[in-house]
């Protein structure tokens, strides 16, 4: 069974672009969250989706947004770019919420 | 407010050595609580995964345990290896679906051969 993929993998944008981002969760799984992982962050919880609904939000600005598509592929949009997105942006999939989560690579975004 | 604490937030130890990492958490009631490894630019893996009912689940040479009582996890690896170098993740998943799953900051643990 095939794992977590994200594209792209490498992206590099200037500041105030936007980017969208996508995550294709393994067969089967419907819940799809994001996360943001910087190295004085740690982990950061984006959001959730859940059967095309988002089920919870972390504490982003709006110009973070997302999506889930019926097929369970989930989409997350950044606008307005700034220096401090820079970030490793990681998806993950579970069968249901609150089930063990596997991640995909990721994808690594250098904002200049 | 919910948290989870983990320590040391470095640790650098020889190969063949053991270790133990630990998690700190104020999640209550929560459902699981998970152990991931997260090679450097590479996403998390799981290792292990216990419900609160659990007091120990084991994952070859990765051994968790709980202790529901003290709110404490811990990881033990035993004879490390040089791939064991990498960071902990400790993750906490409240009862309510409505909560959002609480991470560690990690440990970033580097074995020295």
């Known amino acids: 069974k095939a794992g977590v993929t994200q594209t792209p993998r490498y992206l590099i944008k200037t500041r105030g672009q936007q980017v969208t981002l996508s995550c294709s969760p393994i067969s089967g799984h419907r819940s799809v969250s994001w996360y943001q992982q910087t190295p004085g962050q740690g982990l950061q919880f984006l959001f959730e989706y859940f059967s095309e609904t988002q089920r919870n939000k972390g504490n982003f600005p709006g110009r973070f947004s997302g999506r889930q598509f019926s097929n369970s592929r989930s989409e997350m949009n950044v606008s307005t770019l700034e220096l401090g997105d820079s970030a490793l942006y990681l998806c993950a999939s579970s069968r249901q919420i609150q089930e063990t989560q596997y991640f995909g690579p990721g994808t690594r975004l250098l904002v200049l | 407010k919910n948290q989870v604490e983990q320590s040391p937030q470095s640790l650098i130890i020889l190969e063949g050595k053991n270790c133990t990492l630990q998690c700190n958490y104020t999640v209550s009631p929560f459902s699981n609580l998970r152990w991931y490894k997260q090679d450097t630019g590479r996403g998390p893996v799981s290792l292990t995964i216990?419900?609160?009912?659990?007091n120990t689940k084991s994952n070859g040479r990765y051994t968790a345990t709980l202790d529901a009582d003290t709110k404490q996890s811990s990881l033990h690896i035993t004879a490390s290896q040089l791939s064991d170098s990498a960071s902990y993740i400790c993750?906490?998943?409240?009862?309510?679906?409505?909560?959002?799953?609480?991470f560690g900051s990690g440990t970033r643990l580097s074995i020295r051969p």
């Open positions: 993750v906490v998943s409240p009862v309510s679906s409505a909560s959002k799953i609480i």
């Open positions: 216990m419900t609160f009912s659990e």
